[in-house]
T-cell receptor, first 111, second 117 residues
Framework: EPEVTQTPSHQVTQMGQEVILRCVPISNHLYFYWYRQILGQKVEFLVSFYNNEISEKSEIFDDQFSVERPDGSNFTLKIRSTKLEDSAMYFC?????????FGQGTRLTVV | AQKVTQAQTEISVVEKEDVTLDCVYETRDTTYYLFWYKQPPSGELVFLIRRNSFDEQNEISGRYSWNFQKSTSSFNFTITASQVVDSAVYFCALSEAGRNQGGKLIFGQGTELSVKP
């Protein structure tokens, strides 16, 4: 069964460092998303991406964040200069226009 | 603004009990979608159901059933004869309709269900 794949599963980084979280969406999906879940809290929308551009973003998705679909299969989230409060589980999701299917998540720990 | 409220933070039941997880939503859209996702202890988000705002029929899938009532803006989820494997956090979510019908999900806070043997 096709699934959304995220790597790495866990990343530890020093404050101020850049991180790139990687995702391989389901191959025939057209819409791609990143969500964030701070430990013990609800899942929050960050950004949606369609037709090679951002279609919507939340107020969380500030200038420190960027997304890219570099090669038609990967979908990445970059955080330029990480802060302690960026520590969270980051979920990638994709859809064809119906329900979104989520990856396993990447746990980002900023120390 | 869109909002999803899951008032029950934690529920604990004994195996084989029935349990209902409540979800109340707010939206100004006339067309929207409602979802339930399961987050087991391993952390992934598992899609359970999507319902559009025009379809108020209740749905049953095995031990799971969903009751959508537009009049009270509720989309409740019932697990019949609960099992230990049902232990997880359950999220209710809302999205607006349009070309991106499953995207930009607004999640509730989640209900942590613990099913004890």
């Amino acid at each position: 069964e096709p699934e959304v794949t995220q790597t790495p599963s866990h990343q530890v980084t020093q404050m101020g460092q850049e991180v790139i979280l990687r995702c391989v969406p389901i191959s025939n999906h057209l819409y791609f998303y990143w969500y964030r879940q701070i430990l013990g809290q609800k899942v929050e929308f960050l950004v949606s991406f369609y037709n090679n551009e951002i279609s919507e973003k939340s107020e969380i998705f500030d200038d420190q964040f960027s997304v890219e679909r570099p090669d038609g299969s990967n979908f990445t989230l970059k955080i330029r200069s990480t802060k302690l409060e960026d520590s969270a589980m980051y979920f990638c999701a994709s859809s064809r226009g119906g329900e979104a299917f989520f990856g396993q998540g990447t746990r980002l720990t900023v120390v | 603004a869109q909002k999803v409220t899951q008032a029950q933070t934690e529920i604990s039941v004994v195996e084989k009990e029935d349990v209902t997880l409540d979800c109340v939503y707010e939206t100004r859209d006339t067309t929207y979608y409602l979802f339930w996702y399961k987050q087991p202890p391993s952390g992934e988000l598992v899609f359970l159901i999507r319902r559009n705002s025009f379809d108020e029929q209740n749905e049953i899938s095995g031990r799971y059933s969903w009751n959508f009532q537009k009049s009270t803006s509720s989309f409740n989820f019932t697990i019949t004869a609960s099992q230990v494997v049902d232990s997880a956090v359950y999220f209710c979510a809302l999205s607006e309709a349009g070309r991106n019908q499953g995207g930009k999900l607004i999640f509730g806070q989640g209900t942590e269900l613990s099913v004890k043997p």
